[in-house]
């Protein structure tokens, strides 16, 4: 029941910076591991940073130092920042949710049981 909608991608010229929004719906963010993927195509779906209920963070290293994750449990919305933006991030992002915590690693696609439709972010050089 839970749904997860992202918004904000499109394009950003390299040095540049996006801001993405997944707004959820069916449960409070709160109580969930709350994370970002992304897909290039051929590639594995790479997860890039998630926030827990405890407010714990993680993040992969190739976005560490360059992206945020955040969330705003009032308007039950997840956040991306992206800043410095490389060709290389280029990708389909995706906000995904599991229940409670994250656990200490960056996050597992094979963890995560609800996802959102995608959202496109294209970096041009």
């Known amino acids: 029941q839970v749904q997860l909608v992202e918004s904000g991608g499109g394009t950003a010229q390299a040095g540049g910076s996006l801001r993405l929004s997944c707004a959820a719906s069916?449960?409070?963010?709160?109580?969930?591991?709350m994370a970002w993927f992304r897909q290039a195509p051929g590639k594995e779906r790479e997860g890039l940073a998630a926030?827990?209920?405890?407010?714990?963070?993680t993040y992969a290293d190739s976005v560490k130092g360059r992206f945020t994750i955040s969330r705003d449990t009032a308007k039950n919305t997840l956040y991306l920042q992206m800043n410095n933006l490389r060709p290389e991030d280029t990708a389909m992002y995706y906000c995904?949710?599991?229940?409670?915590?994250?656990?200490?690693?960056?996050?597992?696609?094979?963890?995560?049981?609800?996802w959102g439709q995608g959202t496109q972010v294209t970096v041009s050089s």
């Open positions: 995904a949710a599991k229940f409670h915590l994250c656990g200490l690693r960056t996050p597992r696609q094979t963890d995560f049981g609800y």
């Open positions: 069916g449960a409070r963010i709160g109580s969930y591991c």
């Open positions: 926030i827990d209920s405890d407010d714990d963070t």
